[in-house]
Nanobody, 122 residues
Framework: QVQLVESGGGLVQAGGSLRLSCTGS????????MGWFRQAPGKEREPVGC????????YVADSVKGRFTISRDNAKNTVYLQMNSLKPEDTAVYYC???????????????WGEGTLVTVSS
């Protein structure tokens, strides 16, 4: 009944930018918190950032602070991840998440996107 679809991934050179989007669909779609995780090759999934429904609280991981910005458009049921100054270590599959665990607790995530691959070349 609910689907999260990510887009915007791709191949980019170090120092470049990408903007990921995640759009939710479903008759009763709507969550107080949405966020992003990523999983690099050979690594475990880690939180990237999250934002509440009212956009009062936002969070980004220390590893991306100052480079990544999370935002949302509630009218479009969409959350965004603006990624600037990309580094090769940012290469990962990025997953959209919705639910109370979207800020870093995967066990409390209600819905996951299928993921979009971001590859940063040096």
């Amino acid at each position: 009944q609910v689907q999260l679809v990510e887009s915007g991934g791709g191949l980019v050179q170090a120092g470049g930018s990408l903007r990921l989007s995640c759009t939710g669909s479903g008759r009763t779609f709507g969550w107080s918190t949405m966020g992003w995780f990523r999983q690099a090759p050979g690594k475990e999934r880690e939180p990237v950032g999250c934002i509440t429904w009212g956009k009062v609280t936002t969070y980004v991981a220390d590893s991306v602070k100052g480079r990544f910005t999370i935002s949302r458009d509630n009218a479009k049921n969409t959350v965004y991840l603006q990624m600037n100054s990309l580094k090769p270590e940012d290469t990962a599959v990025y997953y959209c998440a919705a639910g109370s665990g979207a800020c870093g607790n995967p066990s409390q995530v209600d819905y996951w996107g299928e993921g979009t691959l971001v590859t940063v070349s040096s």
